[in-house]
């Protein structure tokens, strides 16, 4: 058995030597490496966010009343364009009228008690002056008189309260504008006192919109005022809106552990395609430079190995925190260049080579005749893929 063991042992072992033998031998053909390049170009650099956000007028009024009563005329409906001053409600007038009629009786009266009064005071005044009534006469009948002027002030102001009540009864368009929204019939009561009733809702300029986007807390850093913003909504699905940010306000809203910040969005509607309530899917450009050399950011990354190299090829390196590389020939050479922007695609060139220039980017490996699957096995620059079957092998 160790005699047959040795043997085994033998065999295997001229086995590896024959094959590590092939592997180094010129029965394989000869690797070859192909390169990707890409030129310095003139490019635009972007990066951007996404949000989502609702379509609303930039002006709406909620127009309501203030007081209580039924609604006996509708002079506008949904959509109806009004001019601000226009009579777009009334309520019932009956109650205010009597209010009105009352405190204009109740003026009158004390506008008689004091007519009576300042001529009794008058009259004491005189009988006083003289020494014929007693100083506490004298005083009852001033203080009767000046009782019954407030008495008419109070009147007064109680008349122009029911005028202005009964003004309120006659509801107008505080501007001009579209209705969007009719909250009362006629016939419906409305109860003033403990708020203000809503009746509609009134958009100034339909055609001057803006988006109100819920942006990230991750992303709210990079979001600044007059930033390109453009958009879209499902309802026009095959057209790209333009606007701007107008305003990136500073209160967060929390809301399932999630903080977001409201980014406010002109939205320009001339054509009126955009209605209210619509949902706007955002981009906003955070930062975006038009027309400047760049170059693939994975050129910068891009290093000659000693698997490229053979013995007729040359590097011509240099020194520098960034650089991009060029091949004339066998010769690698690194050209050292001072960087500006960059979105992770691509990076601005400020200086170091010329426009037109084709970098090194990327490159690969093909062995031989060699099989997709065997070349990535066999190429230390590609990932491997797991060995699925020997770790189910282990586990039987």
Not at 159 to 165: G, H, S, Y
Request: glycine share 6%; proline share 3%; net charge negative.
């Amino acid at each position: 058995m160790v005699k047959n063991k040795k043997v085994w042992i033998g065999v295997g072992v001229i086995a590896l030597i024959a094959v590590v033998a092939f592997l180094f031998s010129g029965g394989k053909k000869e690797n070859t490496v192909s390169f990707e390049t890409s030129k310095v170009e003139r490019n635009s650099i972007l990066s951007s966010i996404t949000a989502t956000g609702t379509i609303e007028p930039v002006t709406s009024v909620t127009v309501g009343t203030q007081v209580s009563g039924i609604v006996s005329k509708l002079y506008v409906d949904y959509n109806s364009v009004v001019k601000k001053g226009q009579v777009i409600a009334e309520l019932d007038k009956t109650n205010l009228t009597s209010e009105l009629k009352t405190a204009q009786a109740n003026l009158s009266s004390a506008q008689s008690t004091l007519n009576y009064e300042q001529t009794n005071y008058n009259r004491y005044q005189t009988l006083y002056n003289k020494g014929l009534v007693s100083a506490d006469e004298y005083e009852t009948a001033k203080l009767s008189y000046l009782k019954a002027k407030e008495q008419v002030n109070t009147s007064r102001e109680s008349v122009r309260k029911a005028q202005t009540n009964l003004g309120y009864a006659t509801i107008t368009s505080p501007i001009d504008g579209v209705v969007l929204s009719k909250a009362v019939e006629e016939g419906q009561t409305v109860a003033a006192s403990f708020n203000t009733p809503e009746l509609f809702t009134i958009a100034k300029d339909l055609t001057d919109m803006r988006v109100i986007a819920d942006i990230d807390e991750a992303d709210i850093g990079g979001v600044m005022e007059g930033q390109r913003v453009s958009f879209t909504v499902d309802a026009f699905p095959d057209d790209r809106f333009e606007g701007s940010v107008t305003q990136v306000r500073q209160q967060a809203t929390t809301e399932s552990n999630v903080v977001t910040y409201e980014v406010v969005i002109s939205a320009p509607n001339n054509d009126l395609k955009l209605k209210p309530g619509l949902t706007a899917n955002v981009t906003i450009f955070t930062m975006e430079k038009n027309d400047v050399l760049a170059v693939p950011a994975k050129a910068l990354r891009f290093t000659p190995n000693e698997a490229l190299l053979t013995e007729k090829q040359t590097v011509d390196d240099c020194e520098g925190d960034y650089k991009v590389w060029t091949k004339d020939g066998e010769t690698f050479k690194a050209h050292k260049v001072d960087i500006g922007t960059t979105n992770g695609l691509l990076t601005e060139i400020v200086s170091g080579i010329g426009e037109g220039t084709d970098v090194l980017v990327d490159f690969s490996i093909n062995e031989g005749d060699m099989p997709a699957q065997e070349q990535q096995a066999s190429n230390p620059f590609m990932p491997r893929p797991r060995n699925n079957n020997n770790k189910n092998q282990q586990k039987k």
